[in-house]
């Protein structure tokens, strides 16, 4: 969640001064320490025949806000998964803070298309949002991406854009039109699923300050946490069978 300053010419004069004042002053925290896999055994200790649980994606898949994997979406999830399948969970997360979904099919997709995965992750949209990437090559770039992510996953799926505008830590009217931005990238994220047979993947967590990393942008370990159990929540819903089976 990097590089707010990329603005659209017809909006410069008023926000420009405001994405400046936030590339100055806003706190970068690192990415989560290694490892950035692992396996969860079943709640009865056993690990044969995991769940192959793989995330590609910006900030939040490096872990950004939390010291280690196991506190951010990737870890808590798979943790989750494991309870709540009755199932071992093999996890890698496929990260970089500040990535686009450019950099993701450039220099991640390769990292991880040599194994086979049962569920697929794709969480990316705040610095698409940002740095002003087109809307039909933010869906193009998508399109690339699930693509290639069928042909090594069972199941491939889509989170939902932040909401920009409930970031507190932006200022207004910054936080508003990012906000707005943000909503209309997300509707190319439903369309692009729904075109590829992808699923989709609401945020449903809340976003109160407590919930923070100390940047006030990321999630903190309780924020990936709730994040996790939304997720969880979506997929005992729209994929049961697929997900438990072994």
Known sequence: MSHWWYLAAPALPLLLPQALWVKRTALRLPEAAAPWHGLVPAPDGAVAAPLRLLLVGESTVAGVGVEQQGEALSGQLACQLAQQLGRAV?????????????????????????????????????????????????????????????????QVMLTEVPPLGHFRALPQPLRGWFGLRAGLMNRDVQRV??????????????????????????????????????????????????????
């Not at 998508?142 to 996953?153: P, R």
């Not at 993947?201 to 407590?210: I, Q, R, Y």
Request: with cysteine.
């Open 193 to 246: 699923a729904a075109g590829q047979g992808a699923g989709y993947l609401s945020l449903d967590m809340p976003f109160e300050v407590a919930y923070l990393a100390r940047d006030g942008y990321h999630p903190s370990a309780e924020g990936y946490r709730l994040w996790a159990a939304g997720i969880v929540r979506q997929l005992a819903l729209s994929e049961p069978a697929a997900l438990g089976a072994g």
């Open 90 to 154: 093999q996890w890698q997360a496929a990260g970089r803070n500040g990535a686009l979904a450019a950099d993701c099919i450039k220099d991640l997709l390769p990292q991880v298309v040599d194994r086979q995965w049962d569920l697929a992750l794709i969480v990316l949209g705040v610095n698409d949002t940002t740095h002003l990437t087109s809307r039909p090559r933010w869906r193009r770039h998508l399109q690339q991406l699930v693509t290639g992510l069928q042909a090594c996953s069972a």
